[in-house]
């Protein structure tokens, strides 16, 4: 074996462990809080596992939403349980139902390891296929192709899920709150840490968070990562009480959410009358398609992740 | 050159290893929460430095240069603001006791 | 034994422990976490499987990546609906606790706001 390859299995074989311990930490640690912190590391390792997996796109990805936003969603969460009863709705289970439920996670393990042991070699994949009918995208990065092309469906589905959870989320509004502000009110912070970060972070971070949509097209990036640059920079002017949630009535705010799925859906059916099929894109319109449904989509991705951070309309409900 | 640019990146990204090395023992070793703190920003911010002065040696280019700067700086400036916040809580949580 | 099936193995006991955790832990904020653990194992797997796809000059098999990526973010998209039920569920908890305890406290949806 190559010196090098070795060092590689070595960095690998620490990396395995430290993101197994990671996760028993998550499930194990007694105080909720320290729980999360130990996901949000979690996310964290996982990045660089992407990293080591191939995938820099996936990787930016749960940087940025399976640790970021899911992290600031979960503290928001646990630091808000602290403060009140705790809601413990199960009698801890007794040693037997331990056991049992214990050696049946270890048969479904054991299963997927003898799985994964035996994966056909050579690995089918859809690789050559993907880069080969890239050109007629206009992409240099084929998990855009794969995204906004070739499985656009299912993208757009994804799209129209997150409006879907959102109007779920705003249906738990107490009665008389639908349409109000969603979070707390928080007074402004205008000197000490809170107030520079949010002085000096949205700028920058707005700047790369449109870097990361565009350069998405031909590199690892792309309309889900730039949108959570942007959504979380959204949250942390809330969080120093420069702006405040929008009110969930407010059109223009119901209108970002939706323009990035609509727009996706009126490109599928023109597509219909225009090339092939729905979702199909005419020749030679590919790229510029692409690029106005990722726009669009960015701009709603971001602003439904930030809601769905917020919460419920739970305060000045419009008249 | 490349050879002598190995060497730079090699020296200065295991010197900034041993300063995360520092900052986690001191994490995991220090009494209090404002100790702890202080041992870990000033040992991440200067072990990041190092790492990212490393990687300079290996960059592609001027513009990849200045993008790994600016993650250093981002990360500083983040830590720098994040620490306040923790060391504020910490204080208060102790005046209220 | 190679880095690729490392993270292989690792998948699948992310899976059993997720599940493990999922099925037996008390507290909802708990179950979350562990249902977002179950999450990450499946997804890894999916990364083991592009990982070995890789061709054609890409790092792994771009199908499977796309795919994961629209797993994260529906992942999140429910864990966050979770979390919202999770917190109003405490909070009507909250009231109908006080109004148990007070009797003269008869206003309904008393601890509605949030706090």
């Known amino acids: ?7 590689e299995l070595l960095f690998d074989s620490i990396l395995v462990l430290t993101l197994l311990a990671v996760a028993l930490s998550i499930l194990a640690l007694r105080q909720a809080f320290a ?36 992290g600031v969603l979960l503290i928001a969460a646990a630091s808000r349980l602290r403060r009140s009863i705790p809601i413990a709705d199960k009698a801890s289970p007794g040693i037997p139902m331990r056991i049992a439920v214990g050696a049946l996670c270890a048969t479904i393990s054991a299963a997927l390891v ?26 240099g990065n084929p998990v855009t192709g794969v995204l906004l092309a070739y499985r656009a469906i299912d993208t757009l589905l994804e799209a129209v899920v997150l409006v879907l959870v959102l109007l779920g989320d705003w249906s738990m509004a107490p009665d008389g709150q639908w349409g109000g502000r969603p979070g707390p009110r928080l007074a402004p912070e205008v000197n000490g840490p809170l107030g520079l970060l949010v002085s000096v972070l949205p700028p ?23 949108g959570t640059i ?21 059109e223009r705010l119901r209108l970002v959410l939706v323009v990035g799925p609509a727009l996706f859906l009126v490109a599928g059916f023109a597509g219909i009358v225009f090339a092939e099929a729905f979702l199909a894109y005419p020749e030679g319109w590919a790229k510029p398609l692409i690029i106005g449904i990722e726009a669009a989509l960015t701009v709603s991705i971001a602003a439904a992740l930030a809601m769905l951070v917020a919460g419920w309309p739970s305060r000045e409900a419009p008249r | 050159m490349t050879y002598t640019l190995h060497v730079l990146s090699i020296i200065s990204i ?7 090395l520092a900052g986690t023992v001191g994490l995991l070793r220090l009494p209090d929460t404002l100790s702890r703190l202080h041992a870990l920003t000033k040992a991440d911010n200067l072990g990041l430095g190092l790492i990212v002065l490393g990687l300079l040696f290996q960059a592609p280019g001027l513009l990849g240069g200045i993008k790994l700067i600016l993650v250093w700086l981002l990360v500083l400036f983040g830590s720098a603001a994040t620490s306040q916040l923790i060391a504020r809580l910490a204080r208060e949580r102790r005046s209220s006791r | 034994m190679n880095g690729v099936t490392l993270f292989g193995i690792a998948s699948a006991l992310l899976v059993g422990l997720g599940l493990y955790g999922l099925v037996l832990s008390a507290g ?11 999450g990450s194992g499946i997804f890894l797997l999916f990364g083991v499987v592009a990982r070995r796809g890789a061709a054609g000059g890409v790092g792994g098999d771009p199908v499977p ?9 529906v992942a999140f998209a429910a864990s966050a609906l979770a979390v919202q039920l999770m917190l109003r569920l405490s909070e009507v908890r909250a009231a109908d606790r006080a109004g148990a305890n007070n009797p003269d406290n008869e206003k309904p949806g008393a601890g509605d706001q949030q706090p």
């Open chain 1, 204 to 226: 920058v971070g707005i700047l790369i968070g449109i870097h990361i949509f565009w350069i998405g097209a031909d590199m690892p990036g792309g309309a889900f990562q730039g």
């Open chain 3, 65 to 73: 990546h796309a795919i994961i990526i629209t797993g994260l973010v």
């Open chain 1, 35 to 70: 729980a999360v912190l130990a996901f949000v590391t979690y996310g964290l390792l996982l990045a660089i596992a992407w990293v080591r997996l191939g995938s820099v796109d996936v990787a930016l990805t749960e940087a940025a939403i399976g640790a970021g936003v899911t």
């Open chain 3, 28 to 38: 909802p904020l708990r179950r979350i976490l562990a249902f977002n653990v179950l």
């Open chain 1, 230 to 250: 942007l959504g979380a920079m959204w949250i942390l002017t809330w969080m120093a009480g420069r702006t405040a949630p929008p009110h969930t009535s407010s």
């Open chain 1, 114 to 139: 003898a799985a994964v042991l035996h994966l056909p070699t050579p690995a089918p994949g859809q690789a050559l296929a993907a880069v080969a009918n890239l050109p007629s995208t206009g992409l």
């Open chain 1, 1 to 7: 074996m190559m010196p090098g390859s070795m060092a």
């Open chain 2, 14 to 20: 295991s010197a900034g290893l041993l300063f995360f």
